[in-house]
């Protein structure tokens, strides 16, 4: 388990037998640009399908923040939130979006998402 993933608190799902969507929306991400070191602002939507286990609101909270002051691309950031919250919930399906303000004149908008292989018949959408 890495530094940022130890952050988070997770506790039983407490419907394990039914698919329900958990979505969690966050408008005040911020990282850093590693080329320019300016801010960048998102907002980032988590939606999932829980196996075992949720994450505590808290802590998912404290874990974004802990990437104010990071250096690093839209594309990575949101690929690594996805990888740490895999790590930490094993869900049967998880998507992150992240939509970063306009900067420069472009918007970005970066999806990354992830089926589990044991619950391949299980879709967000």
């Known amino acids: 388990m890495n530094k940022k993933q130890k952050i988070l608190v997770t506790f039983p799902n407490p419907k394990p ?3 329900y969507i958990i979505q969690h929306v ?5 990282s ?5 070191g300016q801010p960048d602002f998102a907002t980032i939507t988590l939606s999932y399908i829980a196996d075992k286990l949720c ?3 808290k802590s998912y909270k404290f874990y974004l923040q802990s990437y104010r ?6 594309e990575s950031v ?3 939130i996805l990888d740490d919250l895999i790590g930490v919930l094993q869900p049967r ?7 970063f303000n306009v900067r420069g004149g472009i918007s970005s908008i970066i999806e990354a998402e992830y089926q589990s292989p044991k619950f391949e ?4 959408d």
Do not use: H, S, W
């Not at 850093?32 to 320019?36: A, E, G």
């Open 121 to 124: 018949d299980v879709f967000l």
């Open 55 to 57: 994450v505590e609101l």
């Open 93 to 99: 399906v998880m998507r992150i979006t992240a939509e």
């Open 69 to 74: 002051n990071d250096g690093i691309y839209f």
């Open 17 to 19: 037998e039914r698919n």
């Open 32 to 36: 850093v640009c590693p080329v320019t």
């Open 78 to 80: 949101t690929n690594k």
């Open 26 to 30: 966050q408008p005040e991400f911020t």
